[in-house]
């Protein structure tokens, strides 16, 4: 162990749960002022490190010291979250470092260039409007959470993957319970194996035919180069069905939300919808919903300035904090569709950077453009004040938002 410089309240309880629905709780601005890498401890008891700066939190991105295996005993826990050796799954490109991370990302990652997202825009265009079709025919005030922002990002996975949208209440049911990190240990493991063997069924399915979508693209594509990976092809489709729809449909919901807050942003989108891109951009860093998505563990000592996070530490990146840090964004509490947010830590950075940005990108692009073009008169349907957020998740999102026009 290295020498670690603590102070006085190196271990206070470190808040989750945000009190204002799109900044970080006030410690964690207080930690990136005063004490920028610092040990805390979690709601569950252990001690873990954060790291609230832009800079600080790049390198723990992306420095091969720390390591993004969630399954090793040191990894930050939340809640009593699955411990080493429990999760039915082998293990996910999410958890992996190199050269076995490499190895797994580069399978997929021609799946999910620009240009390959690009490509499904036209597809992703007419699942909108047919799902605001719907809503518009359908009663009014509506919940758009149900009305869009969760079938659209779940259809479109799903047609990429492969898998059966009729299924959907199914999966969504236990993916949501998965990143909820109030309920039990043994109720995710649950969750998680219900969803395993669902996959299982559907790739062996793939196995003995084969479809034209990522799954059994990828079957044939091993098939070639040797046997089929059974178990990776699991972790894969798993690992990309729960990250390609919560986190996409909470930024929908967020999104929409803040865009109805805020008259003048809504009014400059609606006069040129170029901006829509760098709205979505800063939407992204506004909310950075996946922070707690994010964990590793130091592999050795690593300094940062006069402290040190010593070898065996769980370290959490508190990205929201980062992305308010005014030495990476000017000004960085205000909203501003019009400044440059792109260089953001919402997706992650280093090697484990979202594989799926650009297909969120484009997604939230199609659905913001969409929905206030053909909905002018879009507004809530209830006081702000008793709209309900995601305290509870580790990637955060709104439950409801009932909208009326
Ligand atoms: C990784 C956020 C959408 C697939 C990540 C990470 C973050 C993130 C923060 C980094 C985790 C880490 O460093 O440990 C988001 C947000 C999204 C989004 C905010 C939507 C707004 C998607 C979509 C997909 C996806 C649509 C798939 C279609 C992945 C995968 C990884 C990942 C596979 C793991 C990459 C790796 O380990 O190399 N995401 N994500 N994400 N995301 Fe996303």
């Given at each position: 162990?290295?020498?670690?410089?603590?102070?006085?309240?190196?271990?206070?309880?470190?808040?989750?749960?945000r009190?204002?629905p799109y900044?970080?709780?006030?410690?964690?601005?207080?930690?990136?002022?005063?004490?920028?890498?610092?040990?805390?401890?979690?709601?569950?008891?252990?001690?873990?490190?954060?790291?609230?700066?832009?800079?600080?939190?790049?390198?723990?991105?992306?420095?091969?010291?720390?390591?993004?295996?969630?399954?090793?005993?040191?990894?930050?826990?939340?809640?009593?979250?699955?411990?080493?050796?429990?999760?039915?799954?082998?293990?996910?490109?999410?958890?992996?470092?190199?050269?076995?991370?490499?190895?797994?990302?580069?399978?997929?990652?021609?799946?999910?260039?620009?240009?390959?997202?690009?490509?499904?825009?036209?597809?992703?265009?007419?699942?909108?409007?047919?799902?605001?079709?719907?809503?518009?025919?359908?009663?009014?005030?509506?919940?758009l959470v149900?009305?869009?922002a969760l079938?659209?990002p779940?259809?479109?996975?799903?047609?990429?993957?492969?898998?059966?949208?009729?299924?959907?209440?199914?999966?969504q049911?236990?993916s949501a319970?998965?990143l909820n990190?109030?309920?039990?240990?043994?109720?995710?493991?649950?969750?998680?194996?219900?969803?395993?063997?669902?996959?299982?069924?559907?790739?062996?399915?793939?196995?003995?035919?084969?479809?034209?979508?990522?799954?059994?693209?990828?079957?044939?594509?091993?098939?070639?180069?040797?046997?089929?990976?059974?178990?990776?092809?699991?972790?894969?489709?798993?690992?990309?069905?729960?990250?390609?729809h919560e986190t996409t449909a909470n930024m929908i919901s967020l999104g929409t939300y803040m865009?109805?807050?805020?008259?003048?942003?809504?009014?400059?989108?609606?006069?040129?919808?170029?901006?829509?891109?760098?709205?979505?951009?800063?939407?992204?860093?506004?909310f950075t919903i996946a922070?707690f998505a994010?964990?590793?563990?130091?592999?050795?000592?690593?300094?940062?300035?006069?402290?040190?996070?010593?070898?065996?530490?769980?370290?959490?990146?508190?990205?929201?904090?980062?992305?308010?840090?005014?030495?990476?964004?000017?000004?960085?509490?205000?909203?501003?569709?019009?400044?440059?947010?792109?260089?953001?830590?919402?997706?992650?950075?280093?090697?484990?950077?979202?594989?799926?940005?650009?297909?969120?990108?484009?997604?939230?692009?199609?659905?913001?453009?969409?929905?206030?073009?053909?909905?002018?008169?879009?507004?809530?349907?209830?006081?702000?004040?008793?709209l309900a957020f995601k305290d509870e998740a580790s990637v955060y999102g709104m439950h409801e938002l009932?909208?009326?026009?």
């Amino acid at each position: 162990m290295g020498t670690t410089m603590t102070t006085a309240d190196s271990t206070e309880t470190l808040q989750i749960a945000r009190t204002c629905p799109y900044a970080p709780p006030e410690q964690h601005l207080r930690l990136l002022r005063e004490q920028p890498v610092a040990e805390v401890t979690l709601p569950g008891g252990s001690n873990a490190w954060v790291a609230t700066r832009y800079q600080d939190i790049r390198k723990v991105l992306s420095d091969p010291r720390f390591s993004a295996d969630r399954r090793n005993p040191n990894a930050p826990k939340l809640n009593g979250e699955m411990g080493a050796g429990e999760s039915p799954l082998p293990k996910m490109m999410l958890e992996m470092d190199p050269p076995e991370h490499g190895h797994a990302r580069r399978a997929v990652i021609g799946e999910f260039t620009v240009r390959r997202m690009a490509a499904l825009k036209p597809r992703i265009q007419q699942i909108v409007d047919e799902h605001l079709d719907a809503m518009l025919a359908g009663p009014n005030p509506v919940d758009l959470v149900q009305a869009l922002a969760l079938p659209v990002p779940s259809l479109v996975i799903c047609e990429l993957l492969g898998v059966p949208y009729e299924e959907h209440d199914f999966f969504q049911t236990h993916s949501a319970q998965l990143l909820n990190h109030t309920i039990t240990a043994e109720e995710r493991q649950h969750s998680a194996l219900e969803l395993v063997i669902y996959l299982d069924k559907l790739i062996k399915a793939k196995e003995e035919n084969p479809t034209d979508d990522l799954l059994g693209r990828q079957v044939r594509k091993q098939r070639e180069n040797g046997e089929v990976d059974h178990g990776g092809l699991l972790s894969l489709a798993f690992l990309l069905l729960i990250a390609g729809h919560e986190t996409t449909a909470n930024m929908i919901s967020l999104g929409t939300y803040m865009l109805l807050q805020h008259p003048e942003s809504l009014e400059a989108l609606r006069a040129d919808p170029d901006k829509t891109a760098g709205a979505v951009e800063e939407l992204l860093r506004h909310f950075t919903i996946a922070e707690f998505a994010i964990m590793r563990v130091a592999l050795e000592d690593v300094e940062f300035g006069d402290t040190v996070i010593p070898a065996g530490s769980g370290v959490l990146t508190l990205a929201n904090a980062g992305n308010r840090d005014p030495e990476a964004f000017e000004d960085p509490e205000a909203f501003d569709i019009e400044r440059d947010a792109r260089s953001h830590l919402a997706f992650g950075f280093g090697p484990h950077q979202c594989l799926g940005q650009s297909l969120a990108r484009v997604e939230l692009e199609i659905v913001f453009s969409t929905l206030f073009r053909r909905i002018p008169s879009l507004r809530l349907a209830v006081p702000a004040e008793e709209l309900a957020f995601k305290d509870e998740a580790s990637v955060y999102g709104m439950h409801e938002l009932p909208v009326t026009w």
